[in-house]
């Protein structure tokens, strides 16, 4: 069986991942080094520094990219170095396009970082191609889309954006963070860069912080292993290890998280004290057709709206017992915020501000009775009070 005919559970255990040649160690060893000798000047083996490349590291890029379909890989200490690093290949009077509900983190950065240093950014609605011409400059080179959103859950139809940017000169990069590869593949759709937090359901175990940035693109792939480089945001060879430990189980757990999210999606939608569910899943979310052609399954994040608002929404968070009051998401265990006070609060007061009653569960892989049943203790807790 060759490469390119193997399934993706193969792929995730085996890619980039063969016993080392050294000893024979099934498992990637950890390479705890910071530089490689040298025979003489100049002549090495693999790298002359850590900083450059590390084989543990050089192992999760070879897995990552085979799993997305793309031909380079660079990995990040995090979600946002990786996205540090990819707008360094822009240039001061650039101009992005971004979803008019993307990441806050991601608007932060390119707002309060590169806004003062010359880039600028317009949010746009990217599920309608004429909002998309609307926002554009000749000065765009970049559209950023999240697919699903967060914390929306919008889904954008990337062939549909990949199409109006690309006869326009600019690139589409997807943060295909919640769907991961296994559910969605953004470079097959016309993608020119995918974008992940390797921390959340990559790495899965809420045991590390990490980042990768995918693509097909040669050039790009060597400006972007420059500033990694030249800047250093590189993962740990430990980092390394436990996201790549985190790939080889990714298939199936993101099969039991979609299995709970829609159990869970379909629970909240017949809930008195839920006013509305944000669930790709669910056949009355407005992107469901888009998500049931570009994904394989529609993932383990729910959001949803409480009707007694911004009130019932922070009392609702901090009264469930399996689902932890925490940010992040991905993990193994279920997670549930408030994203307007929590990993949104930056975006408030802007057009990207959350609502108030929103909250936003990451649904873990428990027995999805338990969940259910906390949850559920907790909305009429919430709605009798």
């Not at 954006?161 to 759709?189: I, S």
Request: hydrophobic share 45%.
């Amino acid at each position: 069986m060759t490469a390119e005919e193997a399934s993706f559970e193969t792929r995730a255990i085996h890619a980039g991942q063969a016993p080392d040649p050294a000893t024979g160690a099934v498992n990637v060893p950890v390479y705890f080094t910071s530089t490689y000798a040298q025979s003489e000047v100049g002549v090495f083996p693999f790298a002359d520094y850590a900083r450059v490349d590390n084989p543990t590291r050089h192992a999760l890029e070879v897995c990552l990219a085979d799993l997305e379909g793309g031909a380079y890989a660079v990995t990040f200490a995090s979600g946002l170095a990786a996205e540090d690093a990819l707008l360094r290949t822009l240039a001061p009077g650039d101009h992005v396009i971004v979803a008019n509900d993307v990441y806050g983190g991601t608007y932060r950065l390119l707002t309060r970082v590169f806004g003062p240093w010359g880039l600028e950014c317009t949010p746009a609605n990217l599920t309608r191609t004429d909002a998309i011409e609307a926002a554009w400059r000749d000065e765009t080179k970049l559209v950023w889309i999240e697919t699903p959103s967060n914390p929306l859950l919008t889904i954008v139809d990337i062939a549909a954006v990949a199409e109006v940017a690309h006869a326009r000169g600019a690139r589409v990069v997807v943060d295909n963070t919640f769907a991961t590869p296994y559910l969605q593949t953004p470079l097959a759709h016309g993608a020119d860069v995918v974008v992940h937090s390797t921390t959340k359901y990559i790495g899965g175990h809420s045991d590390v912080i990490g980042g990768a940035l995918v693509t097909n693109d040669e050039q790009l792939a060597e400006q972007l292993r420059f500033v990694h480089y030249a800047v250093g945001g590189v993962p740990g060879p430990m980092d390394a290890y436990l996201t790549l430990r985190g790939v080889k189980t990714l298939a199936v757990r993101m099969d039991r998280h979609c299995e709970n999210a829609a159990a869970v999606a379909e629970m909240l939608a017949s809930h008195p004290a839920v006013a509305s569910v944000r669930y790709p899943g669910l056949a009355s979310h407005p992107g469901h057709d888009i998500a049931t052609r570009q994904m394989r399954g529609f993932g383990g994040m729910v959001s949803f709206e409480m009707r007694g608002g911004k009130d019932a929404a922070t009392r609702l968070v901090a009264s469930t017992e399996v689902f932890t009051l925490a940010e992040s998401l991905g993990g193994v265990e279920s997670l549930i915020e408030h994203p307007g006070a929590m990993t949104h609060a930056s975006v408030a007061g802007s057009e990207l501000e959350v609502p108030g009653g929103l909250v936003r569960l990451s649904v873990g892989i428990e027995g999805v009775a338990d969940l259910i049943d906390d949850l559920t203790r907790a909305l009429d807790q919430v709605s009798q009070a």
